[in-house]
């Protein structure tokens, strides 16, 4: 089996032979193509820059090129005739070749073996004038010729990825299954209700996904794939509705649970456009999770390897740790410890870990934390976070090291104040930063009941990484687990007919008698009371510290959102690695079918991702460059071969795609001259094509310039 890793070194000197292999086979199509409708082909060349070692009919093997051997055999044989070598044309030259019975061709392997290229007589594409009067150039022939040997390489392309994901199937790959992972609460999926039960809501982790659209999926690749190839609901400023989208229907078998049995059920989801990030067509689920730790080191993400190192710290797990116990309960997968925190209530999850080194096990106990409601109001950018209208401060989780925050503010530091901005809200947090652009920020936190004010200078790392002047190094997000304050009230909720007694600042000290210390603690005294009228006992930071007793009036609507609300995973997906099975295929014809399936998948999402760009809802900052593709196809590869074959297919998915775009210099853009030309009954005019030229090269230099930049230096 070929599923098992290889070393650095050799996984290397396989993406590079692979990424040659492309790109060859991509000017082999033009090849192939070109000598059968005619055109003269002068060279056909395995990879860039001087020969190595070279073919040619009626030479043989040659080491360098045989350019110098032809032309001194052409010059003697003109010589002979007692005429001018020197003044031979083109044509005239190539004459000469055919009655010296040369091969017209000459195959090279170049020095640097990045790729490969073919030279057709009349066809260059830096320069569209060079064109020959020749009956056998590219630019003599019928537009019909020429359109099938520009499309040949992305032809070729297609079928190799297909070639390759079949490769890939036949060997076993581990991927993830069609299975949900992660719900988040309050997005389409979280809402959805079952068609066989309405008292069903929401898709829930572990769902083994059956069916969408009545297509079968493979993997959860195919379900992302078809999520992101949806039409997505929109909404104005207000959340009206002004188009439904298209509806997804998910047909999905849940495993048996406590006393629930497994069942199958049906729901319908309409996908959105996220409010942040990638502007893709999402239902807000995620792939399926294992139950063994992940290794922060192999996170991509400096700020999230911070943040799950800092986890490791503080419980005293480590990477490769697999979960197995929940409260006294074995657990096989990762659901069915998301089941024990959605109905944990808020307390406390004693979790088992066993060290796979010596099958010794560990135990820790996490806290579950309340979800918050989300209100969004027409000036605000990102929504508020609240809990019937009582919205929590802003906490430091983590400080990067080595960052300007490092030695001054700590985790758990509770925001009071950032610039001119009180009690802010995380945009305010935000902004504040970004505006400073490298001056001082003034920022007042409290630590362990004691305000401390201080200012930090958030400086540059490095000249080459001008938006690290604007980043502290900080993460942060709602305090809603650590303190019960209170920064301020949201309109239309239960709390908002006490907006003038809950100040920012304001600390929720019991409710109906009860202690309360946090928002847990508010959301479950909230839901333990009986009565419509609930007592609410505040310390207001006035004159000392008022106290006052409030009186809040609970709906069955109100009892009902607190109801509907999750419980948040403590530790969170990104502690777990993917659960990946194998998939492989039962034979050859099962192989060629998966391989054509999984080609058309890549280039129906490639088009999206495409389209997305032109929207701008995907930044050109969020593509890869070769810096990118090259780094993404070194950790495949040490994956193992069949890792490797299946990059490959994607990555040659990719590029013929790319490659027939209609924009200048690539295969696309040269088709749409030839359909002009076509409808027009001549040529685009060699001016238009030349301005056409260098305006493609400007473009695509730009854009090699730009992504290669965050490639290398990070995406801030």
């Known amino acids: 089996m070929f599923i098992a890793a290889i070393d650095g070194t050799l996984a290397l000197t396989l993406l590079i032979l692979g990424l040659g292999f492309i790109i060859f086979v991509h000017e082999l199509g033009h090849f192939l193509v070109a000598k059968a409708v005619g055109i003269r082909c002068t060279q056909f060349a395995i990879g860039f820059g ?11 093997f040659r ?94 392309n297609l079928i190799f990825a297909a070639v390759f994901f079949m490769g890939t199937f036949l060997l076993g790959a581990m991927v993830p299954p069609a299975e949900v992972g992660q719900v988040l609460p309050g997005e389409p999926a979280a809402m959805a209700v079952a068609e066989q039960d309405a008292s069903i809501v929401g898709m829930q982790p572990g769902d083994r996904i059956l069916a969408i659209n009545g297509n079968k999926p493979s993997d959860y690749t195919d379900v992302k794939v078809t999520i992101a190839l949806s039409d997505a609901q929109l909404t104005d400023s207000k959340g009206n509705i002004v188009d439904p989208g298209e509806t997804i229907t998910f047909k999905v078998r849940r495993p048996a649970w406590s006393d629930q049995p497994a069942r199958e059920l049906t729901f319908k989801v309409s996908p959105i456009l996220p409010e942040t990030g990638v502007q893709l067509p999402w239902i807000g689920l995620a792939p399926p999770i294992s139950t063994t730790l992940i290794d922060p080191d192999r996170l991509s993400d400096q700020a999230a390897q911070v943040a799950t190192q800092q986890i490791h710290d503080t419980l005293t797990i480590q990477a490769d740790w697999t979960l197995d116990q929940v409260n006294d309960e074995s657990i096989a997968r990762h659901w069915q410890y998301r089941q024990a925190v959605e109905v944990s209530q808020g307390q406390p999850l004693e979790l088992v870990f066993t060290n796979p080194k010596d ?4 135990t820790v106990t996490v806290h579950p934390n309340t979800e918050l409601q989300r209100y969004r109001s027409e000036e605000k950018k990102s929504p508020l976070h609240h809990l019937l209208g009582l919205s929590p401060p802003i906490r430091i989780s983590y400080i990067v090291p080595g960052s300007a925050a490092e030695g001054k503010l700590q985790a758990g530091d509770i925001v009071t104040q950032i610039s001119d901005s009180s009690w802010p809200t995380l945009d305010q947090f935000g902004n504040a930063v970004s505006a400073a652009a490298g001056e001082p920020i003034d920022i007042q936190v ?112 109100d009892r009902a959102a607190l109801a509907r609300l999750a419980w948040i995973d403590p530790l969170g997906a990104h502690m777990f690695k993917q659960l990946k099975v194998e998939q492989r295929a039962d034979g050859p014809a ?83 001259l030839l359909c002009i030309e076509k409808l027009r009954g001549k040529p685009v005019p060699l001016k238009i094509q030349q ?26």
Request: charged share 20%.
């Open 50 to 60: 001087h020969a190595l070692f070279c073919y040619r009919k009626g030479l043989g």
């Open 691 to 716: 301005a056409i030229t260098v305006a493609g090269l400007v473009m695509l230099a730009s854009i090699f310039l730009y992504v290669t930049y965050f490639d290398i230096f990070g995406r801030g």
């Open 63 to 156: 080491l360098g090129s045989t350019e110098p051997e032809v032309t001194r055999r052409v010059h003697e044989h003109v010589n002979r005739q007692h005429k001018d070598p020197t003044k031979l044309t083109q044509t005239e030259f190539d004459r000469v070749i055919d009655e010296l019975e040369l091969g017209e061709t000459e195959y090279r392997f170049n020095w640097m073996p990045l790729g490969g290229y073919v030279k057709m007589l009349g066809q260059e594409d830096l320069d569209p004038t060079k064109v020959s009067d020749d009956p056998r150039s590219y630019n003599c022939k019928p537009v019909w010729a020429r359109m099938c040997v520009i499309s040949a390489g992305v032809i070729m």
């Open 446 to 557: 409290l630590r362990n009941g004691e305000s401390i004010a201080m200012q930090i200078q958030a400086r540059r790392q490095d000249w080459w990484k001008p938006w690290q002047s604007k980043i502290l190094g900080v993460g942060y997000g709602n305090a809603d687990a650590e303190c019960a304050i209170v920064t301020r009230v949201i309109p239309e909720t239960p709390f908002a007919a006490m907006q003038s007694k809950l100040i920012p600042g304001a600390v929720i000290e019991k409710i109906n008698g009860k202690p309360v210390s946090n928002y847990n603690d508010i959301r479950l005294a909230l839901q333990a009371a009986d009565d419509p009228s609930v007592q609410v006992d505040v310390l207001v930071p006035l004159g000392g510290g008022q106290k006052d007793r409030l009186e809040l009036t609970l709906d069955e609507k």
């Open 359 to 362: 099958a010794s096990q560990h």
């Open 590 to 672: 099962q192989a060629v079918v998966m391989g054509i399936d999984k080609t058309i998948l890549f280039i129906e999402n490639t088009y999206v991702t495409i389209l997305q760009l032109v929207k701008g809802s995907v930044g050109l900052k969020n593509m890869s460059g070769p810096v990118g593709i090259f780094r993404a196809g070194q950790r495949f590869a040490m994956e193992g071969i069949s890792y490797l074959l299946f990059f490959m297919g994607l990555l040659s998915v990719n590029l013929a795609v790319i490659n027939f775009l209609p924009i200048p210099i690539v295969d696309g853009g040269h088709f749409v």
